[in-house]
């Protein structure tokens, strides 16, 4: 288990670490309503797939008020629409918020009182499987790491953007405690900068080791360096087994393709979206340009010209045919995709 919590439930509130000021300062964040929460997950307080999935459940808690159950379902709808459009692209803020929904209508003409009560421990037991699926996604993909294994990774996918130990960082942690891991590469991450300011802060405190690299040196690493595999997080897996992750993956699993570097994308089930047949339909939320000018977010450094035109989609989608194999809480699955009924006896 990493060693700091990166969203914590405290009676009545929900504490967030602020992501946004990390590695410089240990900054919390309070979310007394459920506004505060939206406002966290947009801004990119808490960021992450699967931690905004769970930080929107516990703010579909903060947002059911009433003791009537009808006034309380609508409140509970209005919160709803507002934080599934805080981010479009990572599907389990949908997923984790229809869910505390679904419990809320399955209360159905309970005392509001009694259904707050459900709600609060259904948002608990999310972010506990949640961090229950991290550590299953560990042991599974671990298992396909050789020995002395040095891996390359994008973005943070680590306890930061979960609910604690991570997915991509979950199987980079399990084979380093298993002793096979030798050495992780990191992109740094440009626009936001996760893999410098947070996947190399988490590896450090676990004195995991580490080297960071600009996102354009990939393929000249894995030309010039033993590279076993690149490890990824997702955003969102269509049933076709394409995915959406942080802007860069797509490139980084061309240039893995290239060299023969197997490329395994990790997420919990929660990443995949049923409704989706592929890549394609998926939307790419677009974030403000200042992202790409400001990278230290220091507003009297530019690295362009004033007037630069800007574009900044914050995603983009890797087609299956360059994953090797998507490591879910349920096993290991390659082409073609079975996510429903797969386990991982079957064919993993
Ligand atoms: O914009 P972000 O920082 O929320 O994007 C995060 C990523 O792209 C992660 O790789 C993904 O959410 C998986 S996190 C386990």
């Not at 991570?166 to 996760?194: C, M, N, W």
């Not at 995603?315 to 699955?333: A, K, M, N, Y």
Request: aromatic content about 6%; some cysteine; glycine content about 6%.
């Amino acid at each position: 288990m990493s060693l700091f919590k990166p969203l914590l439930w405290k009676i009545n509130y929900l504490e967030l670490l602020d992501q946004r000021v990390l590695p410089h300062q240990i900054r919390y964040i309070n979310c007394k309503s459920v506004d505060d929460v939206a406002e966290a997950i947009k801004n990119m307080t808490v960021r992450g797939a699967p931690a905004i999935g769970i930080t929107a459940a516990f703010g579909m808690y903060l947002a059911a008020k009433s003791d009537s159950f009808h006034i309380l379902l609508k409140e509970l709808e209005e919160a709803a629409t507002h934080l599934i459009s805080t981010r479009p692209t990572a599907v389990n803020l949908r997923w984790g918020v229809e869910r505390m929904l679904h419990k809320a209508r399955s209360c159905d003409g309970r005392d509001g009182k009694v259904v707050k009560k459900i709600l609060l421990k259904e948002a608990k037991d999310i972010h506990k499987e949640d961090i229950e699926m991290n550590f299953r996604i560990g042991r599974f993909g671990a298992e396909l790491l050789p020995k002395d294994a040095v891996v390359l990774t994008h973005c943070n996918a680590g306890a930061l953007a979960t609910g604690g130990h991570g997915t991509a960082l979950g199987i980079i942690r399990e084979a380093f405690s298993q002793g096979k891991l030798k050495h992780v590469y990191v992109d740094e991450t440009r626009p936001r900068l996760q893999g410098s300011r947070l996947t190399a802060w988490e590896l450090i405190q676990e004195k995991i080791p580490m080297t960071l690299i600009s996102d354009n040196m990939a393929a000249y690493m894995m030309k010039t360096r033993k590279i076993d595999a690149v490890v990824v997080g997702a955003d969102r897996i269509t049933v076709n087994g394409d995915v959406a992750n942080k802007i860069g993956t797509y490139s980084l699993a061309i240039v893995a393709n290239f060299h023969n570097v197997p490329f395994y994308v990790a997420a919990p089930s929660s990443t995949i979206d049923f409704k989706l047949k592929c890549g394609s339909e998926i939307p790419i939320e677009e974030r403000s340009g200042d992202e790409v000018l400001f990278p230290c977010g220091n507003d009297n450094d530019s690295i362009a010209p004033k007037e630069v035109s800007v574009r900044n989609p914050s995603f983009d989608i890797t087609p299956s045919s360059l994953i090797s194999t998507i490591v879910t809480e349920r096993g290991l699955f390659k082409q073609p995709y079975d996510f429903k009924t797969k386990n991982r006896e079957k064919n993993s």
